[in-house]
């Protein structure tokens, strides 16, 4: 075989066509990167088109709507409509404050307790045999009682049975004394003439104490910051038993017309609420006391959750 520099010319013919078929192929594979480079190129150019065209769309619908909206706002059944809303909040105003006042006088009325009038009757069936109630007053929440005995304790006795029955809120004041047989009348003149055979040793004695009753507690909710008292709503009344504890729940928040007011300060009986004991009213979202007298207690909100007004030194 002939040889070209001492290289067979065949071995030379086959590294010809080795690289002429590397050549090809990696041809090829170029050929098909650059469509795929092409295609997602085209898909990418596609994909941005079509946010386009759909934002274009979407912007349109927009602004119909806010022309059609404008269109509605501008007639004739919305023209008068903020002179209306401004008119409509002069009279829910004017109502609330009415409704504040009839809230109030029924507040008046509901702490004046009437006398309990059973008490009557459980009183005569307290008396002990040996004891005579010559007089009595009841009022709402007193009970004065004078009357004779012929031994010294009785009066203590009547006082135990009508602690029995839930009359006072704690022992009465008791006062006895021996009536001296001739300083004052017989005991048969002190029983209306009955004629009873009475020892010479009897005793006069009298009761005062306190009755068993309600203690009322006023609730009623202001607009703060405002220049006028602005009240949210009527005033709340609850009856307690004087010493038991009441609670007002869901303080934090109160929702009014619509509008949704948060707490900011809390007066009870015209003194404001130290911030400590704020803080722990805030944080149980619940306010709880214990009822030794009629109270009156405002909250205090406004529409913004951060405002909280400072304690008065």
């Known amino acids: 075989m002939a040889k070209v ?49 759909a934002f274009i769309i979407r912007n349109q619908l927009i602004k119909n709507q806010i022309k059609a909206l404008r269109d509605l706002l501008a007639s004739p059944d919305y023209a008068t409509l903020e002179q209306e809303y401004a008119v409509l909040t002069e009279k829910l105003n004017e109502m609330t404050n009415y409704y504040f006042a009839l809230t109030q006088m029924r507040r008046d009325v509901d702490e004046i307790d009437p006398a309990p009038t059973e008490l009557p009757d459980v009183i005569a069936k307290c008396i002990p045999s040996d004891s005579f109630v010559s007089s009595y007053t009841i009022t709402s929440d007193q009970l004065t009682m004078t009357g004779y005995a012929f031994t010294y304790y ?10 029995e029955k839930d009359v006072f809120t704690a022992r009465p004041i008791i006062q006895a004394s021996r009536v001296e047989p001739f300083s004052e009348s017989t ?76 707490l900011t300060r809390i007066y009870v009986d015209g003194i404001q609420v130290e911030d400590a004991s704020f803080a722990l009213i805030k944080e149980a979202n619940q306010y709880v006391d214990v009822g030794r007298g009629n109270i009156d207690i405002k909250l205090y909100y406004s529409t913004s959750v951060a405002e909280q007004a400072p304690a008065e030194g």
């Open 5 to 53: 520099n001492g290289v067979s010319k065949k071995l030379l013919a086959k590294k010809d066509m080795n690289f002429f078929a590397e050549f090809t192929a990696n041809a090829a594979k170029a050929a098909r990167m650059l469509g795929y480079g092409v295609a997602i190129g085209v898909l990418v150019v596609f994909v941005v088109l079509a946010f386009i065209v």
């Open 154 to 163: 009785s009066a203590v006795d009547m006082v135990n049975m009508l602690n």
């Open 187 to 262: 005991f048969d003149d002190v029983v209306s003439g009955e004629s009873i055979d009475a020892t010479n040793n009897y005793y006069s004695f009298s009761i005062s104490g306190t009755l068993v009753s309600n203690v009322h507690i006023s609730i009623s909710r202001y607009v703060d910051g405002a220049e006028t008292a602005t009240s949210l709503g009527g005033i709340e009344t609850k009856s307690v038993r004087a010493g038991d504890s009441y609670s007002i729940n869901n303080v934090n928040t109160y929702t009014y017309g619509g509008v949704t007011y948060y």
